[in-house]
Antibody
Framework: QVQLQESGPRLVKPSETLSLTCSVS????????WTWLRQPAGKGLEWIGR???????NYNPSLKSRLTMSLDTSKNQFSLKLTAVTAADTAVYYC???????????WGQGTLVTVSS | QSVLTQPPSASGTPGQRVTISCSGS????????VYWYQQLPGTAPKLLIY???QRPSGVPDRFSGSKSGTSASLAISGLRSEDEADYYC???????????FGTGTKVTVL
């Protein structure tokens, strides 16, 4: 069974960089694509972006200028960096496996990141 | 910014059938597969339907999906108390080159 776990700072100051890592167990990161999503409190889901095993990416156009995603196959992890954060970036962040036509089929439990001074 | 439109709420009594609609456009639902996710309170979303109408292993056949043109629907038959959750439709959007989600529908079992 594939399992994902987000890790990283829970509190980030405005204008700084939000960094999260997703550790994958029960399967190799060298298969499938991997994605990040977020959900502000009481609101809906927002897709942040996807990274393919080749390292190429698709980013949400609204976040693209601030976003970097990467893979570390040696650690079976993938990461997210979002620069110049504001309070609007406060949300529960989820990492997940993108099964392509089979959907986003495995999710991490989510981690709340708060942007505040 | 949600590109797919869902009703904010739906409800039914145990045993009833509830249907949730999802309206999109030719660049998303109209051109590619629709997915449905269930989010129980305080938990991560779970894949409920993929490729318009396919159920992952373990999802009860009470849940069914359909698509017609630029709209899709999720039906829950034989409604149960444990079905109380938020439900989201989703699809890849060719214009945005990104995955888009619906606005979400909260299902209440009366």
């Amino acid at each position: 069974q594939v399992q994902l776990q987000e890790s990283g700072p829970r509190l980030v100051k405005p204008s700084e960089t939000l960094s999260l890592t997703c550790s994958v167990s029960g399967g190799s990161i060298s298969s499938y694509s991997w994605t990040w999503l977020r959900q502000p409190a009481g609101k809906g889901l927002e897709w942040i972006g996807r990274i393919y095993i080749s390292g190429s990416t698709n980013y949400n156009p609204s976040l693209k200028s601030r976003l970097t995603m990467s893979l570390d196959t040696s650690k079976n992890q993938f990461s997210l960096k979002l620069t110049a954060v504001t309070a609007a970036d406060t949300a529960v962040y989820y990492c997940a496996r993108d099964g392509g036509v089979w959907g986003i089929d495995y999710w991490g439990q989510g981690t709340l990141v708060t942007v505040s001074s | 910014q949600s590109v797919l439109t869902q009703p904010p709420s739906a409800s039914g009594t145990p045993g009833q059938r509830v249907t949730i609609s999802c309206s999109g456009s030719s660049s998303n639902i109209g051109s590619i597969y629709v997915y449905w996710y269930q989010q129980l309170p305080g938990t991560a979303p779970k894949l409920l339907i993929y490729r318009n109408n396919q159920r992952p292993s373990g999802v009860p056949d009470r849940f069914s999906g359909s698509k017609s043109g630029t709209s899709a629907s999720l039906a829950i038959s034989g409604l149960r108390s444990e079905d109380e959750a938020d439900y989201y439709c989703a699809a890849w959007d060719d214009s945005l080159s990104g995955y888009v989600f619906g606005t979400g529908t909260k299902v209440t079992v009366l």
